[in-house]
């Protein structure tokens, strides 16, 4: 008898070959209602003198809590899980590209959160992971109580902490060698509005105030708007951030914010920023901003620092040298620059001939 039920294992598969993903995993725990989707875009294929694949083979991605709707939730993981595969790719490393995105369909509590632990636990190593939007060091820790392969904890001997602070500081190399290359002026000169203050959008606005530019900033907490305001940025309403008359707009919260809805209202020179995915339509979306005469910078170049971090952890160094080699943020979007001027093409399309696998 024929299945005529949407959403069977034929549309799964047939939106991975789409997608060019491996694997999607639908996690579900009845004891604590964990609902999780992991997307795991790409494994590197380290093998033996046999052929065999090796234990060592691993994908790299964040462990978020967000949204309730589960639809939503396997488009995030799915371009998350992308990203990461470029930035493992601009980062010159054989680590495949994953994402997990737990359903925010409940309150997170111990049995909760330890769940998590245990989905990361039995892959053995092929998901590392770090914490993402939705969780905070608390929560971490439940989790990594149960999990063997969890980085970038504040609390565990030789952890480098949370990765907000090296996104941020690989972000400001990507502005430098925005202003030169696109914008034509100093840094100091230039106006920033940054949409989230939280841990990628409140070390970039510190770094940018010390070199001297002007910030305006938003975000939903109230503790982040007020700490933001102690430091110079002049705070606006959320629902105006996204709308200043600036040289560069920095999404640095949720993805999907610049679409046909705000693309129209945007007031600023460039889009770069620390979120990621902030295109809903990746392509067609840069086409529109270009109508507007706006320059979007590819998030997964820009933003790759949190990811460096990660690496440097697992080779045991320190925070000194994750944050000294932001520097490549900077030499990749100059790379970028180069090929979209030497092609006539736009940045996207530089960056994913340069970095997509």
């Not at 691993?58 to 990461?84: E, N, P, Y």
């Not at 914010?257 to 705000?262: L, V, W």
Request: hydrophobic share 40%.
């Amino acid at each position: 008898m024929k299945n005529t039920k949407s959403g069977t294992a034929k549309d799964v598969f047939e939106r991975m070959k789409k997608e060019g993903c491996r694997q999607i995993t639908f996690h579900y725990n009845p004891k604590t209602n964990l609902k999780l989707i992991w997307a795991l875009d790409s494994i590197p294929e380290k093998r033996d003198k046999s052929g065999k694949l090796t234990s060592e083979v691993s994908a790299s991605g964040g462990t978020r809590f967000a949204h309730v709707d589960a639809d939503v939730a396997l488009d995030d993981a799915l371009k998350l899980a992308r990203a990461m595969t470029r930035k493992a790719n601009i980062l010159g490393v054989k680590e495949g590209g994953s994402k997990a995105v737990a359903l925010a369909n409940q309150k997170k509590n111990k049995s909760f959160l330890q769940s998590i632990g245990d989905f990361i636990q039995i892959h053995k190593g092929l998901f590392k992971t770090a914490i993402d939007l939705g969780f905070v060091m608390k929560d971490a820790k439940q989790i990594s109580s149960r999990t063997d392969y969890i980085d970038s904890l504040s609390h565990v001997a030789k952890s480098l902490g949370s990765t907000g602070e090296n996104t941020a500081e690989g972000m400001i190399y990507g502005f430098q060698a925005i202003c030169k290359e696109i914008l034509n002026k100093p840094i100091s000169d230039c106006t920033v509005a940054i949409q989230g203050l939280g841990a990628v959008g409140f070390p970039l606005a510190k770094r940018l105030i010390k070199l001297g530019c002007e910030v305006i900033g938003a975000d939903v907490v109230k503790l982040n708007c007020e700490k933001a305001k102690k430091i110079g940025v002049r705070i606006v309403p959320t629902n105006k951030i996204l709308f200043q008359k600036v040289d560069i707009l920095s999404p640095c919260a949720l993805g999907a914010i610049i679409n046909n809805k705000t693309i129209p209202k945007l007031k600023c020179k460039i889009i770069a920023g620390g979120a990621n995915n902030p295109l809903e339509n990746e392509f067609d979306g840069e086409k529109s901003l270009l109508k507007r005469k706006i320059v979007y910078v590819p998030d997964f170049v820009l933003n790759c620092g949190g990811f460096l971090q990660a690496l440097v952890e697992k080779e045991g160094g320190t925070v000194k040298e994750a944050r000294k080699r932001c520097n490549i943020v900077g030499k990749r979007l100059k790379q970028v620059i180069l090929k979209s001027r030497k092609n006539n093409i736009t940045l996207l399309e530089a960056a994913t001939k340069l970095f997509d696998r």
